[in-house]
């Protein structure tokens, strides 16, 4: 009997590690495991020289804080030139508004690397982001840091250039942040990756209006996705009124577009929030790079 009993405790021991095991293994993965390949810079085709310079790293070292914060943002995640703790200069803003789940510490090869071109780069724990409300609490907390004396933030932000971000769920939440939230006003361009569609956002309990966009916006998506098809994109196009560019990378899934658009992601900022010339030369003027790109379809692009 005692052999039996000791038999049985052994094997509900192995159990219970077992399933503490899965169970760690779940947790993971729910909060940590990344959606973005670490070397996604190195593997990502590109079919122009802009896409590929853009998509390589920038000339900083990056540093970076967290901070906890209250609900729904529940984390702040901030990463930055690390040249900005002992500098004197101002440095523009991308806020990233997450996908559903997908929380800025699963997405941190991408803060990397745009805080790399000179961005301070703000996100945050929000796995339910579609209205915004959370990337503005994390703009707000940023420009706390703006005007606080001990803070490496201190008088660092570039309030004029202020830019924002975000993949399917997020890029429903791009549109609602600057639209309506109170922090609105202060942006000057952004891109939403492969965003629900609005009809479908809408039935989800996610409403947006993408024809309430008054700054310039990039919407890109992929042709092997089903949030967002190639006429709920044109359709988002006719109604904007202001400078926007619309593509698809060809052969790219829903999950995929939050990287391997990267390079384009980084020349609109560039362009937009640092002024960089060369940037822009991938969306306008003569012959713009995308425009021409072979591994994109269905591009569009107005100046206006």
């Known amino acids: 009997m005692k052999k039996v009993?000791?038999?049985?405790l052994i094997i509900a021991a192995i159990v219970v590690l077992l399933?503490?095991?899965?169970?760690?293994?779940?947790?993971?993965?729910?909060?940590?495991?990344?959606?973005?390949?670490?070397?996604?810079?190195?593997?990502?085709?590109?079919?122009?020289?802009l896409?590929?310079?853009?998509?390589?790293?920038?000339?900083?070292?990056?540093?970076?804080?967290?901070?906890?914060a209250a609900e729904p943002a529940n984390q702040y995640v901030i990463y930055y030139p690390k040249e900005l703790e002992n500098s004197e200069k101002d440095y523009p803003v991308v806020v990233v508004v997450n996908g559903t789940g997908v929380f800025a510490n699963k997405e941190k090869p991408l803060f990397e690397h745009l805080a790399s071109w000179g961005f301070i780069v703000a996100g945050n724990h929000d796995g339910s982001a579609?209205?915004?409300?959370?990337?503005?609490?994390?703009?707000?907390?940023?420009?706390?840091?703006?005007?606080?004396?001990?803070s490496i933030f201190y008088h660092k932000v570039d309030t004029g250039n202020i830019g924002i971000t975000g993949h399917s769920q997020g890029g429903v939440g791009v549109f609602n942040e600057i639209q309506k939230n109170k922090r609105s006003g202060l942006y000057r361009c952004a891109v939403s990756l492969s965003p629900t569609e609005e009809a479908m956002a809408n039935l989800l309990g996610m409403p947006y209006d993408s024809s309430k966009t008054h700054i310039p916006v990039m919407i890109l998506a992929g042709t092997e996705n089903n949030v967002i098809s190639l006429e709920a994109m044109e359709d988002m196009y006719r109604?904007?009124?202001?400078?926007?560019?619309?593509?698809?990378?060809?052969?790219?899934?829903?999950?995929?577009?939050?990287?391997t658009a990267d390079g384009y992601v980084t020349a609109w900022f560039m362009y937009y929030l640092q002024g960089d010339e060369t940037a822009g030369q991938a969306f306008f003027g003569d012959m713009p790079e995308l425009l021409y790109n072979p591994l994109y379809q269905d591009q569009e692009i107005s100046s206006k």
């Open 51 to 68: 896409e590929a310079d853009y998509l390589s790293f920038g000339q900083y070292e990056v540093g970076h804080i967290e901070e906890k």
């Open 130 to 150: 579609w209205s915004g409300e959370s990337a503005d609490m994390t703009l707000d907390y940023l420009l706390r840091l703006n005007e606080t004396e001990d």
């Open 239 to 259: 109604k904007i009124d202001a400078p926007k560019v619309i593509a698809r990378k060809t052969g790219q899934g829903h999950g995929e577009m939050l990287y």
């Open 5 to 8: 009993l000791k038999v049985f």
């Open 19 to 49: 399933i503490a095991a899965i169970c760690g293994f779940l947790y993971y993965v729910v909060y940590y495991a990344s959606m973005v390949p670490k070397n996604y810079t190195e593997e990502t085709e590109t079919g122009g020289s």
